[in-house]
């Protein structure tokens, strides 16, 4: 083969490849879960939780960190600014009753959810 099919076989292969991924990506479902069930073997993992609004902390810089409880724990779910924008004003109240779907972070040694979108904080009631 020459150097140019060579490279325009890599480039289409390449391709397909990104286009397998990001559909991969854009259907994986989250494992839904209990907070108790939350550690450190899931750290990246994408899961659901659903409970209760416990806490709201409302940083300057638009950032909102929930505390949710659903019985079996509590864990600090972390709303960028961008993400919190998006977010029904109804789903960050004490009180509330949320489904948050995030991935498995850890920050100064607690285990929190981050969500990378708005529509990934649905209030239930």
């Not at 991924?21 to 994986?28: M, N, V, W």
């Not at 939780?49 to 949710?68: A, I, P, Q, S, T």
Request: include cysteine; charge should be negative; hydrophobic fraction near 40%.
């Amino acid at each position: 083969m020459r150097d140019r099919e060579v490279v325009s076989l890599s480039l289409v292969v390449a391709t397909l490849g990104i286009v397998t991924l990001s559909f991969a990506a854009g259907t994986a479902k989250p494992e839904e879960m209990k907070i108790a069930e939350l550690s450190g073997a899931q750290l990246g993992a994408l899961v659901e939780v659903e409970g209760e609004v416990v806490d709201v902390k409302n940083h300057r810089n638009g950032h909102v960190f929930l505390r949710l409880s659903d019985g079996t724990g509590e864990v600090k779910v972390a709303l960028f600014r961008s993400v919190a924008r998006e977010v029904e004003p109804q789903c960050l109240r004490e009180g509330a009753r949320v489904a948050v779907v995030g991935r498995v972070e850890e920050y100064r040694g607690e285990i929190e959810l981050v969500p990378r979108e708005g529509e990934k904080v649905r209030c239930l009631r």
